[in-house]
């Protein structure tokens, strides 16, 4: 597979009152388009760091971070975000969300009806139709993390970044998206990469599950396949023992990074 996204020796280094503090350090990772890879570890080990490097949230300390073979001087709409809080403008209906977005990307170039059309399009992918008119206060948190999601695929990135999407919400509605998550994913051919804590999360979404050290100045620890065949539904998966071996080796990496920090 191509890879669109190359990462390497990259280090982040924040400056501040106590001093310089190193957040990451040797990151080298490639990703390849149609890959979905999920970033786990520990509190502090710079994960939204490094899902923050990829969007061009910010620059890293050192190293070289390409996306297409072109550095990653800033954010692009080939690169969409989803926060773990959605971010909707509280002003603003849910399709003046999504078309917001729309607007900013192909607004130039396109006529109203179709951005219109666009943004109809992804509230209808998400199942959010219905919900056009309504302003956020008037919806669910499971909803409202939907039109996030519908903003961001909007701009038909190439990548979409995640930033635990899921970790407000309960249960039910977090298995609920996840499950609507590897539709999507399947529908667009998009590249995810997605920031959890969850391990039954990573496993079921992921092609890969990248795992990192403790901080500060963490790094890669391990790397692993997960080498389960899609489309996935988390019932079946539940009584596959490659699922259990994945899930049994992300644990005991966590576990092992824990005992650590606490000796």
Same mark, same amino acid.
């Given at each position: 597979?191509?890879?669109?996204?190359?990462?390497?020796? $990259?280090g982040? $280094?924040?400056?501040?009152?106590?001093?310089?503090?190193?957040a990451?350090?040797?990151?080298?990772?490639?990703?390849?388009?149609?890959?979905?890879?999920?970033?786990?570890g520990?509190?502090?080990?710079?994960?939204s760091?490094?899902?923050?490097?990829?969007?061009?949230?910010?620059?890293?300390?050192?190293?070289?971070?390409l996306? #297409?073979?072109?550095e990653?001087?800033?954010?692009?709409?080939e690169?969409?975000? $989803?926060?773990?809080?959605h971010?909707?403008?509280?002003?603003?209906?849910?399709?003046?969300?999504?078309?917001?977005?729309? #607007?900013?990307?192909?607004?130039?170039?396109?006529?109203?009806? &179709?951005l &219109?059309?666009?943004?109809?399009?992804?509230?209808?992918?998400?199942?959010?139709?219905?919900a056009?008119?309504?302003?956020?206060?008037?919806i669910?948190g499971?909803?409202k993390?939907?039109?996030?999601?519908?903003?961001?695929?909007?701009?038909?990135?190439?990548?979409?970044?995640?930033?635990e999407?899921?970790?407000?919400l309960d249960?039910?509605?977090?298995?609920?998206?996840?499950?609507e998550?590897?539709k999507?994913?399947?529908?667009?051919k998009?590249?995810?990469?997605?920031v959890?804590?969850?391990?039954?999360?990573?496993v079921?979404?992921?092609?890969?599950?990248v795992?990192?050290?403790?901080?500060?100045?963490?790094?890669?620890?391990?790397?692993?396949? $997960? &080498?389960?065949?899609?489309?996935?539904?988390r019932?079946?998966?539940a009584?596959?023992?490659?699922?259990?071996?994945?899930r049994?080796?992300?644990?005991?990496?966590?576990?092992?990074?824990?005992?650590?920090?606490?000796?």
């Amino acid at each position: 597979m191509k890879k669109i996204v190359q990462i390497e020796n $990259v280090g982040q $280094v924040f400056n501040t009152k106590n001093g310089p503090f190193t957040a990451l350090r040797d990151i080298t990772l490639d990703i390849h388009e149609g890959e979905s890879i999920s970033l786990i570890g520990h509190s502090g080990c710079g994960k939204s760091t490094l899902l923050n490097l990829i969007a061009g949230l910010t620059r890293p300390s050192s190293g070289v971070m390409l996306c #297409d073979g072109r550095e990653i001087a800033g954010p692009g709409p080939e690169r969409a975000v $989803v926060f773990q809080n959605h971010s909707l403008l509280p002003w603003l209906t849910c399709y003046d969300n999504v078309y917001l977005a729309v #607007d900013r990307v192909f607004g130039a170039k396109e006529g109203k009806a &179709k951005l &219109k059309q666009r943004t109809q399009d992804a509230l209808a992918l998400v199942g959010l139709s219905h919900a056009e008119t309504k302003f956020p206060h008037e919806i669910s948190g499971g909803m409202k993390q939907r039109v996030g999601i519908a903003r961001a695929l909007s701009m038909e990135p190439r990548i979409l970044l995640m930033d635990e999407p899921f970790g407000a919400l309960d249960a039910l509605t977090r298995a609920t998206l996840q499950d609507e998550l590897v539709k999507i994913l399947a529908a667009t051919k998009a590249t995810m990469v997605m920031v959890t804590h969850d391990v039954d999360e990573a496993v079921l979404l992921s092609d890969r599950v990248v795992m990192l050290t403790n901080g500060p100045a963490a790094t890669i620890g391990e790397i692993l396949d $997960v &080498k389960l065949e899609r489309p996935r539904d988390r019932l079946a998966l539940a009584e596959l023992p490659e699922f259990a071996h994945c899930r049994a080796a992300v644990l005991d990496f966590l576990y092992k990074k824990q005992l650590k920090r606490a000796a």
